[in-house]
């Protein structure tokens, strides 16, 4: 640093050094950055201790603050500081330097001009007070890469170094491409690239190291790589150089063998051409996953220098119909090596299913479900039945445990009968096998509540002088029907307990619902009858509302009486003819009904006008029921008959 005092006048010794006097202010030239091809800002830090500092002429011969700069330390070029410096504080200037020339090293330093050492207004003269001399180089305007080289080479990965510097540009990327070598060398087949770490932000020209990772990588595999640096529109590569990875030998994964609904045979090969140092040999196997060591030791495939060695594993307590990935691992001083994912899947167990009920009524029900013994042998095949706070009991399937052998579902049954009404059932179908026990999911199903038996006491028809016809209809919902009669008489039946005359029903009632009748002959002219229907079964007996009728006058006309005298019934061409006649007076009105029968139960039907026969045709299979009707101011009667197509 120099200092240069200007004298501009003399003074006595006492004031010429006088303490105040001393030279406190400074300049310390700083760094330049950024550094282009042609351009750069140079920087410094200036106290100029409260002295006065005069804007500079350019020239550096009057007061001020510039930086001087050239090729040389003579400079030769003056720049005006920004800002101008004052008070007694550090302040930092800076100034931007241009029309540079690229490639060009350049001298520079930060002046501060003062006037000093005044006293009683008046100043001896001017102080000059320079930073320190500090160089640059400006950038070539074309990045430079080193060769780059390659260090931590594994068996499926290395590490690349190179310098980089910017030469005054602005790197806008950086990359290592690599690949395995072709033949001829100098043609480059990169497959994969990675990008750079420590890539220069500055344009300053300078080195700068970095580094790339390169994973993914083939064992015992000669590499080629190269450092390609991008900047605006146009690249820089460095030269191409080569790594060999190390070698794992190779394992390649095989076929499963054996398989079974629980075990199989995993297989696989390895090779070790390098002869690498062998630490370790399993298969990885299932999800999760899961590792099984290999059955063969490590000395002999440390041994398989020329030739693939077989390796295998035998895995056991599997799921059954399952999907289960493996591959070979085989690890050594270098590395690991993976043979390829396979997978293989497990054979079916046998099955149990348990399905809905059906058929279920107040005592009975039928139990399903549905079975494959998937071709292993099958021991037993029952439905185990619980009542809901009973005890269980095991009931067999439908067909018998020895028919289902085979592969293929087979539904199976149970037919229950006996059953308590109103009642829970819980059931499963189980399935014991040489592979083990299965066992379908819990079913349930109710009994109905059992319901009352009814006694329907119909109207009269027929009613003549002396005769009538009585219908009712009687239901004994599966109890069981002991005895069925009409009861009549003269006296209201509800207000006695022994009526006068009972006559049975007919036809006989089933344990079902049943239209029942009878004819009345030898009745009193003129006169109210009362009447009703009852039967009864095991739980009791079961009486219908009583209901009257009256008797026509003596010699009064008389009612038809309706007779069917022949059918003509055809099962093939499902359909069926009647004829009738009648007896008594003459009918006024004759109407015919079909109905359909199906568990004793006559399904509704309407009355039509009809001739002196009816034909009906279209009729479906089954059990069906003629109905006559005729009548006349006298009365009406019925006459029916039941046929089968």
């Known amino acids: 640093m120099r200092r240069v005092v200007t004298i501009v006048g003399v003074l006595s010794a006492v004031l010429l050094f006088t303490p105040a006097a001393a030279f406190a202010q400074s300049a310390t030239t700083g760094s330049a950055n950024p550094i282009g091809t042609s351009t750069t800002t140079v920087t410094a830090t200036v106290n100029p201790d409260g002295d006065t500092v005069q804007p500079s002429s350019g020239n550096g011969s009057a007061y001020g603050c510039y930086f001087e700069y050239g ?62 001399n500090q160089t640059f180089t400006t950038g070539t305007g074309t990045p430079t890469v080193s060769a780059p080289t390659s260090s931590s080479v594994t ?58 990772n390169l994973s993914g990588l083939t064992s015992f595999t000669q590499y080629e790589y190269a450092v390609v640096v991008t900047y605006g529109d146009s690249t820089v590569d460095s030269s191409a150089e080569d790594f060999t990875t190390l070698s794992v030998g190779i394992a390649s994964t095989g076929d499963a063998e054996t398989i079974t609904a629980d075990s199989a045979t995993l297989t696989g090969t390895y090779e070790n051409p390098q002869n690498v140092t062998i630490t370790g040999c399993e298969f990885v196997y299932g999800s999760p996953a899961a590792t099984l060591p290999c059955a063969q030791s490590l000395s002999s495939l440390q041994a398989a220098t020329t030739a693939a060695i077989t390796v295998s ?8 119909s399952t999907n289960i990935p493996y591959a070979l691992i085989v690890t050594t001083a270098n590395g690991t090596a993976a043979g390829g994912a396979s997978s293989f899947d497990t054979d079916a167990a046998p099955s149990a299913l348990s399905e809905a009920a059906s058929s279920v009524t107040y005592q009975s029900a039928i139990l399903n479900g549905t079975v494959n013994g998937e071709g292993a042998v099958v021991n037993s095949c029952e439905f185990n039945l619980t009542p809901l706070g009973g005890s269980s009991q095991s009931i067999p399937c439908t067909p018998a445990a020895s028919t289902l052998t085979g592969t293929s579902p087979v539904d199976v049954t149970a037919e229950l009968s006996n059953l308590p ?225």
């Open 313 to 320: 594993a035998n895995l056991a307590g599997l799921a059954p």
């Open 155 to 212: 068996a499926t990965s290395a590490s690349v170094a190179a310098d980089v510097n910017p030469q005054g540009v602005t790197i806008t990327g950086c990359n290592v491409y690599y690949g395995p070598s072709v033949t001829p060398p100098a043609t480059f087949h990169f497959t994969g690239s990675s990008g750079c770490s420590g890539t220069p932000t500055s344009t300053n020209p300078g080195s700068a190291a970095i580094t790339a």
């Open 421 to 645: 009404a109103d009642t829970q059932y819980s059931y499963t179908v189980e399935l014991d096998t040489a592979l083990g026990d299965f066992v379908g999911a819990t079913e349930t199903f109710t009994t109905p509540v059992l319901p009352s038996p009814s006694a329907v006491t119909g109207a009269a028809s027929s009613v003549g002088s002396t005769t009538a016809h009585l219908s009712a209809v009687v239901d004994a919902v599966g109890q069981g029907v002991r005895n069925c009669e009409f009861e009549f008489g003269v006296v209201d039946l509800t207000s006695v307990n022994s009526p006068g005359t009972d006559v049975s029903c007919s036809p006989t009632p089933s344990n079902q619902q049943t239209t029942v009748g009878v004819n009345l002959k030898g009745l009193a002219p003129n006169t109210t009858y009362y009447y009703r229907v009852l039967f009864s079964t095991a739980i009791g007996p079961v009486i219908g509302v009583t209901r009257s009728f009256r008797t026509s006058k003596p010699g009064s006309k008389t009612e038809p009486i309706a007779r069917i005298t022949r059918s003509a019934i055809s099962t093939s061409g499902h359909s069926a003819r009647f004829y009738w006649t009648h007896s008594g007076g003459s009918p006024t009105y004759v109407a015919c009904a079909i109905a359909k029968v199906k568990n004793g139960r006559v399904a509704s039907h309407t009355f039509g006008n009809c001739s002196s026969g009816k034909r009906y045709t279209k009729l479906g299979k089954g059990t069906w029921k003629f109905f006559l009707r005729m009548s006349n101011k006298a009365g009406e009667s019925q006459a029916t008959a039941q046929f089968k197509i």
């Open 71 to 132: 090729t040389t330390t003579g400079y030769g070029s003056t720049v005006e500081c920004s800002p101008t410096p004052s008070g007694t504080s550090n302040t930092t200037v800076a100034v931007n330097l241009t029309g540079l020339t690229p490639g060009q090293s350049y001298d520079y330093q930060v002046v501060l001009v003062t006037e000093s050492d005044c006293v009683l207004s008046i100043c001896l003269g001017t102080t000059d007070t320079d930073g320190g």
